[in-house]
Every structure is written in structure tokens, then in C-alpha cells.
């Protein structure tokens, strides 16, 4: 059997190392993928460091992987060989148990399957997933542009078009980053009158580059008073890590006003009586399935919404990997398998 270069980590806490293994054969269910691109999301620590349950070693990183259909069990259909699919974090779902036949695939009760955690990702040539793991790709966008839509992305977009705001209706998206320089074009796109907060002056042109209509800089302004001098949000989309930094801005709430959850910080501190009185809600939002991912793409690439990438080739993985730790890089980190 022919071999594939690939980025693996070989014990809890290991580092990247650069290996050959043999080129993966589909299961019952399964495509194999030739990936072009993968995303380097943060999520991937929870791969290297073994935090979900049942993780095991060695194993392959990576859930943000576009590429082309390259073999397919007997059992698959609806996909061919030579499309262009992508594969998320959610590695697909049974559609027979309870919460599936609810519309809840995400909370899939039987298909256990996290790409890149629980069983081998995209840091690689080949990967192989459920077929119902699968996003169709439009020929429009380019691989490089479609890998970070399909976790930051879609966990931006997903929770957005969920949200319950309405065209022209105020929202804020909260942090500038990795998933906030996407949310705020999203946000624009979708027809909501879009607020940008992030911490300096000097992020003021780039969220306007991307779409915002009116910037907040949360170190040297009261966001929260700003957002409410605006009439309040109808929706807050909280992209940042940082438990304080929402709790900041959460006051910016206006009346049902809803404040989305997106990154998870440690703790958060709530002032249950402002909830009250403006009878807000608090959710946290999970990024979403194949099918979700696929809608991402179809959006973005009909509405123009991109990604701005550092790009490093497969050898460079764990070098992509510190640079996406560093929190640096501006935005995404991707590795090109070309
Ligand atoms: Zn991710
Ligand atoms: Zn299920």
C-alpha cells in the first residue's frame, strides 16, 4: 500500500513531527479525501493534549479540510469521485437515534466522531470521512479560501443566521480575530447593521475593510454605553476567549436582546436583574454539521465573505501550529497541501 506524508502527533502533549503512514482505506460509510487545504484552527490543542474522551495516540490533526473525493466505499452515495468536498469538526451522524430524528445531528447519540480528535484529520494528504460528515464545495471558491469556513466560518455564520435578528436590525460581533474578522463580514453580508468590538484605535480600518458600520474600540470607549447610545443590540456575538471582555459588553443588550456565546471562556459573571428587566437571553452556540458547513460555503462564496489566511505547506505544520497559538496571526492559519 502507497504511503502519505502527515503531520501526526504522537503522544498526549506531543509535538507535530512530520511522518509517513500508509494512505488510509474507507470504512463502511466513508469516502477518502485528497485534502488541498486544512484550516489550523484553535481547537486543534484539544487534539494534541487528548482533552475529550477516548482520545488516543498517535493522531492526525486537523478539521478544517477541503479537498476532492479520491475513493469511496460500495455503501456510499450521493458523492462521486473527483468532487470537491470539505470536512468539519462534526466527523458526521447516524440519522436513525433520537436526537437525529429531532433535527438535532449535532447531538448525534451514536456517531461519536470529532475529525481530527477522535479520529485522524486533514494535517495530511488523505483523510477518510462519513459521507454524512461531507460539504459539497462550490467551484467558485478556492480551496485556501473554503478550509477556515468550514469551522470558523461556520460557527459565525451558523450562529448569525440562528440568531433571530432581522435585516437592519443591530448586532455587534464581539472580538476581531480569527472568527470575529469573518463574523463582522458575515454579520454586513446578511443585512444586519453590524458593530465591530475589539480592543484599540487601530483596528477601526480593518473592521471597516470588512464590513462594519461603526466600529467600537473596547479599551478606550464604554462599549456596552456605546451599543446602548445605538438603541441597544438585538444581538451580541461573543467570538473571544476572554470571560471578562464579554461581560463588558453584555450590558450592551437591548430590549429581548440575545448574547451568543461562540468561544468558551473559563467562567462567566451574569447580572441576572439587567437579563430580567430586558428580558435577554444568554445561549452558547455549537458551530454546526456537514450540511451547515456546505450553506457556509454556498454563502460566502456568493456574497464574497473570504477569509484572510497565512498559508504554510504541510512540512511547516507544527510552525502553522505556534503561529496559531501565538494568537498573531492575521487571521486564519492554513496549510496547502499543493
Ligand atoms: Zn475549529
Ligand atoms: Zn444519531
Redesign the pocket.
Same mark, same amino acid.
Request: proline share 8%; glycine share 8%.
Given at each position: 500500500m502507497a504511503n502519505m506524508r502527515a503531520a501526526q502527533v504522537s503522544k498526549r502533549g506531543g509535538a507535530l513531527e512530520l511522518v509517513e503512514r500508509p494512505i488510509p482505506q474507507p470504512g463502511a460509510g466513508e469516502v477518502r479525501v485528497k485534502v488541498q487545504a486544512c484550516g489550523v484552527c484553535h481547537s486543534d490543542v484539544f487534539a494534541r493534549e487528548g482533552l475529550f474522551p477516548g482520545a488516543s495516540f498517535p493522531r492526525i490533526p486537523g478539521h478544517e479540510i477541503v479537498g476532492t473525493v479520491d475513493a469511496l466505499a460500495a455503501d456510499v452515495t450521493g458523492f462521486q469521485k473527483g468532487q470537491r468536498v470539505g470536512i468539519g469538526w462534526n466527523g458526521g451522524? %447516524?440519522?436513525? %437515534?433520537d436526537? +437525529?430524528r429531532r433535527g438535532y !445531528?449535532f447531538g +448525534?447519540? !451514536?456517531?461519536r466522531r470529532i475529525t481530527g480528535v477522535s479520529l485522524d484529520g486533514g494535517y495530511a494528504e488523505y483523510v477518510c470521512a462519513l459521507a454524512s460528515a461531507l460539504a459539497r464545495v462550490p467551484d467558485e471558491l478556492a480551496a485556501l479560501d473554503a478550509a477556515p469556513l468550514m469551522c470558523a466560518g461556520l460557527t459565525t455564520y451558523n450562529a448569525l443566521r440562528n440568531s433571530g435578528a432581522r435585516p437592519g436590525e443591530l448586532v455587534a460581533v464581539l472580538g476581531l480575530g480569527g472568527l470575529g474578522h469573518l463574523g463582522v463580514q458575515f454579520a454586513a453580508k446578511m443585512g444586519f447593521r453590524t458593530v465591530a468590538i475589539a480592543r484599540g484605535a487601530d483596528k477601526a480600518p480593518l473592521a471597516k475593510e470588512l464590513g462594519a458600520h461603526v466600529y467600537l474600540d473596547s479599551e478606550g470607549s464604554d462599549a456596552a454605553a456605546e451599543l446602548q447610545k445605538l438603541g441597544g443590540a438585538r444581538v451580541i456575538v461573543a467570538t473571544v476567549t476572554n470571560g471578562e471582555a464579554m461581560q463588558a459588553v453584555m450590558g450592551g443588550l437591548g430590549v429581548a436582546g440575545k448574547f451568543m456565546i461562540l468561544g468558551a471562556p473559563e467562567s462567566l459573571t451574569l447580572h441576572p436583574g439587567q437579563l430580567i428587566s430586558g428580558r435577554q437571553s444568554i445561549v452558547a452556540w455549537y458551530s454546526g454539521v456537514s450540511i451547515d458547513s456546505q450553506d457556509t460555503l454556498a454563502f460566502g462564496a456568493l456574497s464574497g465573505v473570504r477569509p484572510m489566511n497565512e498559508v504554510f505547506p504541510l512540512e511547516r505544520a507544527a510552525e502553522a501550529y505556534e503561529r496559531m497559538l501565538s494568537g498573531k496571526a492575521r487571521f486564519r492559519v492554513v496549510l496547502d497541501m499543493a
Open positions: 451522524y %447516524c440519522g436513525a %437515534c436526537p +437525529c !445531528t +448525534c447519540a !451514536t456517531t
